[in-house]
């Protein structure tokens, strides 16, 4: 069966962003077709600061959303990558195998590092290498991500087309990048030319997971848009970001296509339209924040679960991470 892995940085609190573009598609793949492995990848999360006294907590909260949407650890693999040696070790491997001209095309450490590039860790810059071995380390085909990680899942076939072609074996299989819906790039609720992260400056600019029916409303109602009511067709969202975020995330939310929900809503103005999201978000939401609640309020209850799925995932890494040592001419005597 064709496998899957994916992941999510505790390094804040989830968005509707990590919801739409990754979290509700992994649940949706979960059953007979793949087999489904999921991380808290805390590892990447230290790539920028990250206090000690709440990165255990953020990654118990990325790991409850995920059980709280739907992620049953009887169906899929779930744990903490800190808890896996194999990702740090094969990502060591790959540093030795990716270029650095390969890394310095990356755009996301061009957005994360800004304009004080030489103050960034060398671990943000190493980040994709660490990605690739996430993923290659279970010899997973498939990646399910949002539009943002697509050129880091175009690195990792790379990576592995150079290390087969240099070590003489098809040893590894090159992944294939899942982007498909309508919500692969959530977009900033102030700013539609920015992504909506969990880092961003002002608490206004996201939907969180846990926030509350009143936050979500008044985020929506004060979220940016231009005066023109909605279009009845999607080609009319052309130049108006923001209107065309608000319209994928409805549509996403409520598993169907732009189309059909400027079908629905066509010349609606905001004063209806905005309420309306809000409402359909907090449908949505509500449910999967009280039991994120539930969940954090439970800490050894997760703790045991990512206990057991990191057993479970080692089971499947540390074979494939003793044949790429054998492949590269290592010593592994014991
Ligand atoms: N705005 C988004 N729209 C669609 N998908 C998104 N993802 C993130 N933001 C959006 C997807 O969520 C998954 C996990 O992402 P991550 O936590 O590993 O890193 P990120 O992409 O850097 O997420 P953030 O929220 O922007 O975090 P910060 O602010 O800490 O950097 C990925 O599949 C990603 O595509």
Redesign the pocket.
């Known amino acids: 069966t064709p496998r899957v892995f994916?992941?999510?940085?505790p390094?804040?609190g989830l968005?509707l962003?990590?919801y739409?573009?990754?979290i509700k598609r992994w649940v949706d793949m979960q059953g007979p077709a793949f087999e489904t492995i999921y991380c808290v990848?805390d590892l990447?999360?230290i790539t920028?600061w990250q206090d000690p006294a709440t990165l255990a907590d953020a990654t118990r909260e990325v790991a409850a959303g995920m059980l709280a949407s739907g992620i049953d650890p009887a169906k899929s693999i779930l744990f903490n990558q800190a808890q896996v040696p194999a990702h740090a070790e094969l990502a060591w491997l790959f540093n030795c195998v990716a270029r650095l001209g390969w890394m310095n095309r990356m755009t996301?450490f061009k957005d994360?590092a800004g304009k004080n590039a030489e103050k960034a860790s060398l671990g943000l810059y190493a980040y994709p290498s660490l990605m690739a071995a996430d993923i290659l380390v279970y010899h997973a085909t498939h990646v399910?991500?949002?539009?943002?990680?697509k050129q880091h899942v175009e690195l990792t076939r790379d990576i592995a087309a150079k290390f087969n072609h240099d070590y003489g074996e098809a040893f590894f299989p090159l992944t294939e990048p899942v982007i498909e819906g309508p919500?692969?790039?959530?977009?900033n609720l102030r700013d539609g030319s920015k992504?909506?992260?969990?880092?961003?400056d002002s608490d206004m600019e996201r939907i969180n997971m846990t926030d509350d029916a009143d936050t979500i409303a008044k985020k929506f109602k004060k979220a940016r848009t231009d005066p023109e009511p909605l279009p009845g067709e999607v080609a009319g969202l052309a130049d108006r970001p923001e209107a065309k975020n608000l319209v994928d995330i409805y549509a996403a939310l409520s598993d169907t296509t732009a189309e059909a929900v400027l079908r629905d809503h066509a010349g609606a103005g905001w004063g209806t339209f905005k309420p309306a999201l809000a409402e359909l978000a907090v449908e949505k939401l509500a449910p999967i924040s009280d039991e994120m609640k539930r969940l954090m309020a439970a800490p050894d209850e997760i703790d045991a679960i990512l206990a057991k799925g990191a057993e479970r995932a080692e089971a499947i890494a540390n074979p494939i991470l003793e044949r790429t040592f054998d492949l590269m001419g290592f010593v592994r005597s014991r």
Not at 144 to 149: F, H, N, Y
């Open positions: 994916s992941g999510i940085k390094s804040g968005t962003g990590n739409l573009g990754a990848v990447h999360a920028v996301q994360k399910p991500v949002g539009e943002d990680q919500a692969m790039r959530v977009m992504k909506m992260s969990k880092s961003g």
